[in-house]
């Protein structure tokens, strides 16, 4: 595999041979990714690097570029290794104890948008608190709630919350931790036990923010059986999982179910509303 040399120590050549690596290694989107890594190395916007691309690396820039580019080719994530993710209007402080937020499950925040005044919204499996925070951040007269199974893992969501100035609660417990609200938005792992994933997550990602039972849907139906009294439910699913979860909806009650769709054209979030 080829090293990045003085030959190679320029901006444009850093990033051809910086692609050159990350796609041999199997990485989705090799050029972007190399992109990022080196302008977080040289501190500055990917869109600069066009600007800058005739000029030279110092070895010290050279020296960190090549280590960040070693851990993409262990298929480290982009986001875990910069440490950062960008969700709706805020950035998050992101790191291997919780999920990195997937432009999706920016569908969930929308759900929230049009609550009354001063509703109570539950993030149920909060991780970052990137929905929990989204949500404060787009309606500050909410009050909102994140819920977190893993009590480490939750000062993460606390820390993004200070460092983004926003008032949320986090609270470490099973499920809503007995908390109600008026709203309950929820990306609990849907994923089946015995699926198929890229390293990236697999080998990456918390086994406990993905997985749930043979067929994806333990946590969900769990949820589901428990929110009586709850008028609007916003739940993340997997790509084929909408019908049955639109159906478990239906028998908890909720009357009117809503489908919203992700970029591909997948139905990946069921709002139910009574
Ligand atoms: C798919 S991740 C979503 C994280 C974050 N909400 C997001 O969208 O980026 C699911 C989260 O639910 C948490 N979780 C798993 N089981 C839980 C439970 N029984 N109660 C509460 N949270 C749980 C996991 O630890 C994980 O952080």
Redesign the pocket.
């Known amino acids: 595999m080829p090293e990045l040399t003085a030959v190679a120590a320029r901006v444009e050549g850093a990033v051809r041979k910086g692609t050159r690596r990350l796609r041999t290694a199997g990485c989705a989107t090799p050029r972007l990714d190399a992109e990022l890594l080196l302008a977080s190395t040289l501190a500055v916007d990917r869109a600069r690097l066009v600007v800058e691309s005739p000029r030279p690396l110092t070895a010290d820039e050279l020296a960190r570029f090549q280590e960040l580019i070693a851990r993409r080719e262990l298929r480290e994530p982009v986001a875990y290794i910069l440490g950062a993710k960008a969700?709706r209007r805020i950035s998050l402080h992101v790191d291997q104890r919780?999920?990195?937020?997937?432009p999706e499950?920016e569908l969930?925040v929308e759900a929230a948008l049009d609550l009354p005044p001063g509703a109570r919204v539950l993030?149920?499996?909060?991780?970052?608190?990137?929905?929990a925070l989204a949500v404060k951040d787009e309606r500050p007269d909410l009050q909102v709630w994140g819920?977190?199974?893993?009590a480490d893992?939750v000062e993460l969501a606390r820390a993004n919350a200070r460092a983004l100035g926003l008032s949320v609660d986090f609270v470490v417990?099973?499920?809503t931790?007995g908390l109600w609200g008026d709203a309950v938005l929820?990306?609990?792992?849907?994923v089946a036990d015995d699926a198929p994933l890229a390293p990236e997550i697999r080998q990456w990602e918390?086994p406990?923010?993905?997985f749930?039972g043979a067929d994806g849907l333990t946590?969900i139906r769990?949820l589901v059986s428990n929110l009586d009294r709850v008028s609007v439910a916003a739940l993340?699913v997997g790509f084929d999982q909408a019908d049955a979860v639109a159906t478990l909806l239906g028998e908890a009650g909720f009357g009117a179910i809503e489908r919203r769709r992700d970029l591909a054209g997948y139905e990946r979030v069921i709002v139910g509303r009574r």
């Open positions: 969700f919780a999920l990195i937020p997937r499950t969930l993030d149920v499996g909060t991780g970052s608190g990137a929905v819920v977190y199974i893993d893992a417990g099973d499920l931790a929820a990306n609990l792992p849907y918390p406990k923010a993905l749930a946590l769990r993340e």
